[in-house]
T-cell receptor, first 113, second 112 residues
Framework: DVKVTQSSRYLVKRTGEKVFLECVQDMDHENMFWYRQDPGLGLRLIYF???????EKGDIPEGYSVSREKKERFSLILESASTNQTSMYLCASRRDGIRTEAFFGQGTRLTVV | GEDVEQSLFLSVREGDSSVINCTYTDSSSTYLYWYKQEPGAGLQLLTYIFSNMDMKQDQRLTVLLNKKDKHLSLRIADTQTGDSAIYFCAERDAGNNRKLIWGLGTSLAVNP
């Protein structure tokens, strides 16, 4: 059973703090993704990674960075958290291939105060 | 660029059929997907359809694909309260096969 685990379900941080969101998958998937989900805006891709140390910007990378030092772990970093980064963050992983399924973590609800 | 559109809300009575619609723009899409998100959870793949198919049935779920109109629908027969969720339509990004392009999601409310 594929598992994608996000380190926290709920997080409250102060404006200006550096925030780390961690995601781990246990199926040796090449691709990992970070999305944010906001009401009325659906899922928006922040960054994704297709291999260790490889990353590509998604649609809304500003204010975020990522790290993939090991294949199973993909971290999202908010260098200096701001209130407009309050959101639900979803991590996903997927094996290479045309027909492969994306598996999602449970999500981290981040509140920046 | 590519776009996927869905209506945002649907309300049905328990036992009725639900039909969730989606339109997409990339005619070269090979696979189209339906994902379900239950409250407080991540997304899970419900079903997918390959572009050379018109229809796919899986128990209570029927997916219809009209390639000419670039229209995809998900029909849930005998809708139950447990089907209340957000349903996302997605297509593969033609510019980068690793990415999916997502609709905004349709929030399905099932009333007893």
């Amino acid at each position: 059973d594929v598992k994608v685990t996000q380190s926290s379900r709920y997080l409250v941080k102060r404006t200006g703090e550096k925030v780390f969101l961690e995601c781990v998958q246990d199926m040796d998937h090449e691709n990992m993704f970070w999305y944010r989900q906001d009401p009325g805006l659906g899922l928006r891709l922040i960054y994704f990674s297709y291999d260790v140390k490889m990353k590509e910007k998604g649609d809304i990378p500003e204010g975020y960075s990522v790290s993939r030092e090991k294949k199973e772990r993909f971290s999202l970093i908010l260098e200096s958290a701001s209130t407009n980064q309050t959101s639900m963050y979803l991590c996903a992983s997927r094996r290479d291939g045309i027909r492969t399924e994306a598996f999602f973590g449970q999500g981290t609800r981040l509140t920046v105060v | 660029g590519e776009d996927v559109e869905q209506s945002l809300f649907l309300s049905v009575r328990e036992g009725d059929s639900s039909v969730i619609n989606c339109t997409y723009t990339d005619s070269s899409s090979t696979y189209l997907y339906w994902y379900k998100q239950e409250p407080g959870a991540g997304l899970q793949l419900l079903t997918y359809i390959f572009s050379n198919m018109d229809m796919k049935q899986d128990q209570r779920l029927t997916v219809l694909l009209n390639k000419k109109d670039k229209h995809l629908s998900l029909r849930i027969a005998d809708t139950q309260t447990g089907d209340s969720a957000i349903y996302f339509c997605a297509e593969r990004d033609a510019g980068n096969n690793r990415k999916l392009i997502w609709g905004l999601g349709t929030s399905l409310a099932v009333n007893p």
